[in-house]
């Protein structure tokens, strides 16, 4: 397991090295409004995906252990399709009839690249997703590699060779990424179409995709709502500030959100276990364990990050970013906390009981709404930042408090001590050793 968590962990280091030079490319040579419009793209497909990703998306996880390759692969691609023709049915009547509302929401001239990147990225997802039910984190790494490596050389190319310096750039050279990953994709998930309904049990797609919907509904709501609050910042610094400082603050979020690569690696690798694990309290000692490490190492990291002088910032990105520094100090608790709530949520998704997920974002957005409101037009993109820190201190309250419920686990528990730090580099010895 500790040799899948440092595999996933380097893969995620890679990308946020490919992600810190993608980010110099945009921020050098489209400038702070074009990657204003390229993170608007970002976050309209991700809206977009809650709804595709009701039968497609993390609850493969779950259910890949426990149905027939077919029936989740039959189901996924249908429910893709259908809510992908609604989509397409959406933006046209949108932008004919009221196309003021439709330009609220999606940047002009990017209405057919938005729904190509969600059709692209929600049958990529269920590629990655179904490996990852089967335990393949080594192949997840490789495909996340092709894709994130894909983009970057795409990106150059558009920028030097083609002399795109606009958003164009950055959402073809997404588009780029998600071709080629999605056919190395298929390419891996290929054995498994051999004895096609071999394992088709007696249960009905119909009933499969029920449950596959019950699942799916609290794990997908739990992103809209979280999706909400990301949104709602974005609208009110847009309205407020303008495209461009939206722009800044994308990329403060970008640099901070590299530490993620910390908790995510932790809490994937932990998801995969703990769906097929039947001892609920070795999952819950695992992600007590797995809790203390993503947020010790979350937090060095972030100090380490802050310590970068603001000058430094305005170098690499040019003097109009080097408000990126601010941004990053007001995120840097609610990184440590996204770091928990990393394990916490994988942790319910795992012992299906994602409704504990839906209710912490809930809690989440509560305290999003009057703070952004507050602090936004106070402090500006720093007020952004602060909103964000205690929206997920929010949420990763409720989620200890559900976790110990559950577990009868006690808060002192919680802090690290010598002794896991000697457990961990045991493992760690252990893993080097038995690849000798």
């Not at 080629?180 to 096609?196: A, D, E, L, R």
């Not at 942790?347 to 912490?360: E, R, V």
Request: aromatic share 14%; net charge positive.
């Amino acid at each position: 397991m500790i040799k899948k968590i440092f595999g996933t962990f380097g893969t995620r280091l890679l990308n946020a090295i490919v992600g810190f030079i993608t980010l110099w490319l945009g921020t050098n040579f489209l400038g702070k409004e074009a990657w204003g419009i390229g993170a608007t793209v970002l976050v309209d497909v991700s809206l977009l995906l809650i709804a595709v990703e009701l039968l497609s998306g993390s609850g493969l996880i779950y259910f890949t252990p426990r149905k027939p390759f077919a029936t989740l692969l039959k189901i996924s691609y249908t429910w893709t399709f259908i809510i992908m023709g609604f989509f397409t049915l959406m933006f046209y009547l949108l932008h004919t009839f009221l196309p003021n509302i439709y330009h609220t929401f999606v940047p002009e001239g990017y209405g057919f690249e938005i729904l190509l990147m969600v059709l692209l990225y929600s049958l990529h997802n269920f590629n990655m997703n179904f490996l990852l039910g089967k335990e393949r984190v080594g192949t997840q790494n490789i495909l996340f590699i092709i894709q994130f490596m894909t983009q970057m050389i795409s990106m150059i190319i558009y920028i030097f060779i083609f002399d795109i310096r606009s958003a164009d750039a950055f959402v073809y050279s997404l588009i780029t990424g998600y071709v080629t990953v999605n056919i190395s994709g298929f390419c891996c998930i290929m054995p498994y179409f051999k004895g096609w309904n071999k394992n088709q049990t007696s249960e009905s797609l119909l009933s499969v995709a029920k449950e596959m919907l019950n699942f799916g509904s609290m794990i997908q709501l739990s992103t809209l709502v979280t999706m909400i609050n990301r949104r709602i910042s974005y609208i009110v610094i847009k309205n407020v500030f303008g495209d461009a400082e939206v722009g800044v603050y994308t990329s403060g979020t970008q640099v901070s959100e590299a530490t993620k690569l910390i908790g995510h690696s932790i809490a994937l690798v932990q998801f995969s276990s703990i769906s097929n694990m039947e001892d609920r309290q070795k999952a819950a000692n695992l992600t007590v364990t797995f809790l203390k490490l993503a947020c010790i190492l979350t937090a060095i990291c972030m100090f380490v990050i802050c310590l970068i002088p603001k000058s430094l910032f305005a170098w690499v990105f040019t003097q109009e970013f080097a408000e990126i520094k601010d941004v990053l100090i007001s995120l840097s608790p609610g990184m440590v906390f996204l770091a928990a709530d990393m394990v916490f949520s994988h942790y319910f998704s795992g012992i299906n009981k994602p409704q504990y997920n839906l209710y912490g974002t809930l809690v989440g957005l509560a305290i999003t709404i009057p703070s952004i409101i507050i602090l936004i037009p106070m402090y500006g993109i720093i007020g952004a930042g602060i909103s964000v820190s205690l929206t997920y201190f929010g949420t990763i309250f409720y989620q200890w408090i559900i976790f110990k419920k559950i577990n009868k686990t006690k808060t002192k528990e919680l802090i690290p001590t010598l002794k896991d730090f000697k457990t961990l580099i045991n493992n760690i010895k252990l893993q080097f050793s038995s690849n000798k």
